[in-house]
């Protein structure tokens, strides 16, 4: 098994900007696609950004410009950089790691943007 852990989150203003981290540990040779997933209350976790073992990336069309992610293999960590963030971007953030069929997630962490 997989455990992640985010860190990271906070209170910022609009158009200010975030760093988040992920760490893995367990069974992290394996070649897992990477991603960061939101999820506010009474609304359905949504992909925020993914990328592959290869360093492909995908975002959703929100944050497109704005975000960026990106992995360290060596030190089975995964960052997430938000700037110039809106109050849209408010919402607890999830670090995840799929293989096939395998998933894992961590416990997220609470990102709040608000003047």
């Known amino acids: 098994q997989v455990r992640l852990v985010e860190s990271g989150g906070g209170l910022v203003q609009p158009g200010g900007s975030l760093r988040l981290s992920c760490s893995a540990s367990g069974r992290t040779d394996s070649p897992y696609t990477r991603g960061w997933y939101r999820q506010t209350p009474g609304k359905q976790r949504e992909l925020v950004a993914s990328?592959?073992?290869?360093?492909?990336?995908n975002y959703v069309d929100s944050v497109m410009g704005r975000f960026t992610i990106s992995r360290d293999n060596a030190k089975n960590t995964v960052d997430l950089q938000m700037n110039s963030l809106k109050p849209e971007d408010t919402a607890v953030y999830y670090c995840?790691?799929?293989?096939?069929?395998?998933?894992?997630w961590g416990q997220g962490t609470q990102v709040t943007v608000s003047s």
């Open positions: 995840n790691a799929r293989l096939g069929l395998f998933s894992f």
């Open positions: 990328i592959t073992s290869g360093g492909s990336t």
